[in-house]
């Protein structure tokens, strides 16, 4: 479960890193800066980023998400606060470094006494393609060893296919999408084992 947190916020950030930087469409200014207006100049464009949520524990207002940017509005940095019992538990720090196609987070578990926790502390490489779509996440552990590597098909805009490697050789294939008769998508079931555990899910595509 700790590991599904960190893997969501990841795909979180990430999605940040695009939408951030959007533009408040319809903002005019009377004071003469609407471009709609004759003579008027160019709108300015207004950015506004989320810097910090707060969760509500035991009637008590909380930091619980904090957000860094760098000059160009561009997420480098995500704070994710966690608590036991409504007491500080400590904080992962999840780290952002964009290099051309290549996007590196490093995850980083510290308890209130500043400790790191191994188990905790992963790094993920995401490499994409020139539309911008992910092609092959990377995850390491805390010592520097790949973990899993996993390998996306992408067609008409939609992820079709996920292969899941080990030492980057392929081994498994997690999805396929299939069609029927009609050109719908079918359900997809998804089998994972693990060894304390199994379980099953369906995805629909619509």
Not at 137 to 160: C, D, F, M, P
Not at 161 to 178: N, Q, S, V
Request: negative net charge; glycine residues 8%.
């Amino acid at each position: 479960m700790k590991l599904l947190n960190t893997i969501l916020w990841a795909i979180v950030c990430v999605c940040l890193l695009s939408a951030c930087g959007d533009d408040d469409d319809n903002h005019t200014d009377n004071g003469g800066n609407g471009g709609n207006n004759d003579g008027g100049e160019t709108p300015i464009e207004k950015v506004t980023l989320i810097t910090e949520l707060k969760k509500t524990i035991e009637e008590k207002q909380l930091p619980y998400l904090e957000f860094t940017y760098d000059d160009n509005n561009q997420l480098t940095e995500v704070v994710e606060y966690k608590y036991f019992d409504g007491k500080a538990k400590g904080a992962t720090t999840m780290s952002f470094v964009k290099n051309g196609k290549l996007l590196t987070v490093n995850s980083v578990f510290r308890d209130v006494a500043g400790e790191e926790d191994l188990y905790e502390s992963e790094k993920y490489e995401m490499k994409y393609d020139d539309n911008g779509n992910i092609i092959e996440k990377k995850r390491y552990n805390s010592y520097g060893r790949l973990q899993e590597v996993y390998q996306y098909t992408w067609a008409k805009g939609k992820i079709v296919k996920i292969i899941k490697a080990k030492d980057e050789t392929p081994f498994e294939d997690l999805y396929e999408l299939k069609w029927d008769t009609n050109g719908n998508v079918l359900p997809i079931s998804i089998e994972e084992q693990t060894a304390s555990d199994s379980y099953t899910s369906s995805i629909t595509y619509i």
